[in-house]
């Protein structure tokens, strides 16, 4: 339940804030200001220098989520925080003042799981634009001005989307990849990546991480231990690799090399 500082030369502990509850995002640092969720759905801005609170927002208080850990996302002067009800706010990084809200969930899901409408991955804010999915089902593109959606699409998923040009990237809960339209939501192309362990059973179910794009490819990893390579264009798979252990992290991409991180708590990395 506390946020803590540290000097990243050291190690040394420069400040700590408790937070009330335990936090369940990754923290987010902008413009002088840290920003987190707690497991109760409240948006806490700190001073980055201090630790100091400086505001909270409240939201509708959810006990089902997906076990992840999304950030918020922010341009500017303006704070995207997506929540475990489903919904989406932006808020103003100064004093947390909200600017509009929008709620990505969808009525008449036939189970338990599926109506969670946890949004599950980070938001991303492109080009005047927020880019956000929900579990139970909801893909959109906002205008971060006006908070008027640009348009949405029935797709589930827990990871963030990644934008690059003119095209959305996003991996559904059932495995597939999916190139959008970034400006009308229109789909280019869907490709099936594995869904189960074994395909003649139909069962263990395989959980997809990523995309992200590295040069030219983009990049996934799964629950099996595996990674993948596709090409942008059409989705064809073109490399895959055994990373070893489960992946359930989305990898991270620096100077030319990828970082992931294994349920086992290993580092493995690959160019």
């Known amino acids: 339940g506390f946020i803590v500082a540290l000097d990243a030369s050291s190690g040394q502990e420069v400040w700590r804030t408790d937070g009330g509850a335990p936090f369940h995002s990754a923290p987010t640092v902008a413009n002088g200001r840290v920003y987190g969720i707690t497991n109760d759905s409240e ?3 700190f001073d980055s220098s201090d630790g100091a609170v400086l505001w909270n927002h409240q939201a509708i208080a959810e006990p089902a989520r997906i076990l992840s850990a999304p950030s918020v996302a922010v341009d500017g002067d303006t704070v995207v925080a997506p929540f475990a009800s489903g919904e989406l706010v932006a808020l103003l ?8 809200s929008d709620a990505l969930s969808r009525s008449g899901r036939l189970t338990s799981l599926s109506a969670i409408n946890d949004i599950a991955g980070r938001p991303v804010v492109d080009g005047g634009a927020v ?8 893909l959109v593109a906002i205008d971060l001005r006006t908070g008027q959606r640009i348009w949405a699409r029935a797709f589930a998923s827990t990871q963030t989307p990644w934008v690059a040009g003119g095209v ?3 991996v559904s809960t059932d495995g597939e990849l999916a190139a959008f339209d970034r400006a009308s939501g229109n789909i280019y192309w869907v490709r099936q990546l594995r869904r189960f362990r074994d395909d003649t059973d139909r069962t263990g179910r395989v959980a997809w991480t990523g995309p992200v794009m590295i040069g030219s490819r983009l990049v996934l990893a799964n629950s ?3 990674a993948v390579a596709v090409t942008p264009e059409n989705g064809e798979i073109v490399a ?3 990373v070893g252990d489960p992946v359930f992290v989305p990898p991270v991409i620096s100077s030319g090399m990828i970082y992931f991180v ?8 690959m160019r």
Do not use: C, D, F, Q
């Open 43 to 45: 948006l806490i801005a």
């Open 93 to 100: 990084a100064p004093n947390g003042r909200r600017v509009w």
């Open 131 to 138: 880019y956000a999915v929900s579990h139970s089902g909801v």
């Open 168 to 170: 959305l990237y996003a």
């Open 224 to 226: 099996l231990g595996e």
């Open 240 to 242: 895959t690799a055994e």
């Open 262 to 269: 294994t349920e086992k708590a290993n580092l493995v990395v």
